[in-house]
């Protein structure tokens, strides 16, 4: 088939009506049907120079389209660079090759193709379509343009990275290979934590407290006497942040990103991390000083209950018995990772998350299915965690780590105050329950 030279979109129409038959384009070679087709487009106004039209012909070679509405298809994949492009390609595709919804199919055409394997012609078909993502460039007008670009242009990728095309993914729909092009997004996320007074003290001009040693070491370089005495306050110093994450069936892709992050973030590798299931793991060696890759496989062997069912009110009774009571979570930011499913008793989640506010900081919750506007905690076990948190945040997606980053650094307890119980009250109602 060979395609009119013809301006007009009407004229086209006539001679097509006149060359080919009503059931199909007809023959041709499909190089030539391509660059004319081109040339219509450019015709119209649409920047299709011979890059664009070689990867035309490429995709209809791969694809083999049966139909004018497949034709179109590949057409739209390769020729155009933005939406407002599409009515145009839609009006000069009808011109030249008909309807797109009009019987007939297009197996006169020569396509190449054939006879190779389905899969090579994916592989191919997917390396043409990121050849064109990454060859697409912007004037400086806005219109975009394809290999033909002309001096003065700035060139824009149209379609994003795959790490900015990644960041709204939900972690749970990442593979392992797209959860590792995140680490290089991660490395510039910081997790910063609130500060605390520390016990030690740094000079400071116009402190509350003179600092002794340091007047007396200036003032031997005047004699002995001390014409200026500096003074002191305390020094800050940030609070230690405390990770546990649940790595049992439903929330693993989350434990798996987390951990991550944990390890690429600015202040992760500070952080103590437990992972938790069926048992509470210890993880802050296993990921010290190694790739995010190799601390995933560590932190798999050293929790055997990975993939396991979840306890969370067992696990923060371990944890609170065995760590927490030693200073670990006194004064410090806790973070937990979980979505609130638990097979134990709600009441000692609740009780342990009573234990635990009490001694912490911050009490901060991750639960992604909060990603949902309709969410409510009806689950027994974050139920029972709800009122003891500070704050709860989804943190299902690269994107939504802002929200997690922000609830780590507040600087205020946000939860309820947890009435203190009176001694007095407390024994004369344990004396009158042994009376009675």
């Known amino acids: 088939m060979s395609l009119p030279s013809s301006a007009t979109a009407p004229a086209m129409a006539d001679e097509r009506n006149e060359t080919a038959p009503a059931g199909g384009p007809g023959d041709g070679d499909l190089a030539e049907v391509a660059a004319r087709f081109g040339a219509a487009l450019r015709l119209a106004g649409l920047p299709v120079g011979p890059g664009r039209t070689e990867r035309f012909a490429a995709a209809v070679t791969l694809v083999r389209p049966a139909n004018r509405r497949e034709l179109f298809n590949c057409a739209l994949a390769t020729l155009v660079a933005a939406k407002d492009q599409a009515d145009t390609l839609t009006t000069v595709f009808t011109s030249v090759f008909g309807s797109l ?49 002309q001096a003065g242009q700035v060139e824009r990728p149209y379609l994003g990275s795959p790490v900015e095309r990644l960041a709204g993914t939900d972690f749970a729909e990442l593979s392992p290979a797209e959860l590792a092009l995140l680490a290089s997004a991660m490395h510039e996320i910081t997790l910063a934590v609130p500060t605390r007074r520390s016990r030690r003290r740094r000079p400071r001009p116009g402190g509350s407290r003179t600092d002794m040693r340091a007047t007396l070491r200036q003032a ?49 590798a500070d952080a103590e991390v437990f992972t938790f299931a069926t048992r509470l793991t210890r993880l802050t060696a296993a990921l010290a000083r190694s790739t995010p890759a190799i601390a995933l496989a560590r932190a798999a062997l050293a929790a055997p209950d990975w993939h396991g069912g979840t306890q969370i009110g067992r696990a923060l009774k371990e944890f609170n018995d065995r760590f927490g009571r030693r200073g670990m979570a006194r004064g410090a930011v806790v973070l937990i990772i979980s979505d609130g499913w638990d097979t134990g008793d709600p009441e000692v989640v609740r009780r342990e998350m009573q234990r635990l506010s009490l001694v912490a900081f911050r009490v901060v919750w991750m639960n992604p299915r909060t990603k949902s506007t309709a969410y409510q905690p009806l689950a027994g076990g974050m139920a029972a965690a709800w009122p003891y948190c500070d704050s709860v945040v989804s943190g299902h997606s690269l994107q939504a780590m802002g929200q997690l980053t922000a609830a780590l650094a507040d600087q205020v307890r946000r939860r309820p105050e947890i009435r203190a119980v009176d001694p007095v009250e407390s024994l004369a109602r344990a004396t009158g329950s042994r009376g009675r």
């Open 220 to 268: 031997r370089r005047t004699g002995g006497h001390a014409f200026k005495l500096i003074g002191e306050v305390p020094a800050k110093r940030p609070r230690r942040l405390v990770v546990l994450c649940d790595i049992s069936g439903s929330m693993e892709p989350y434990a798996r990103a987390m951990i991550q992050l944990l390890y690429c973030a600015a202040g992760g």
């Open 101 to 149: 919804d009009a019987a007939g199919d297009l197996t006169a055409l020569d396509l190449p193709g054939h006879g190779q394997p389905q899969s090579v012609l994916i592989s191919e078909a997917a390396a043409l379509a990121r050849l064109h993502g990454d060859t697409v460039t912007l004037s400086p007008d806005g219109q975009a343009e394809g290999d033909d670009d």
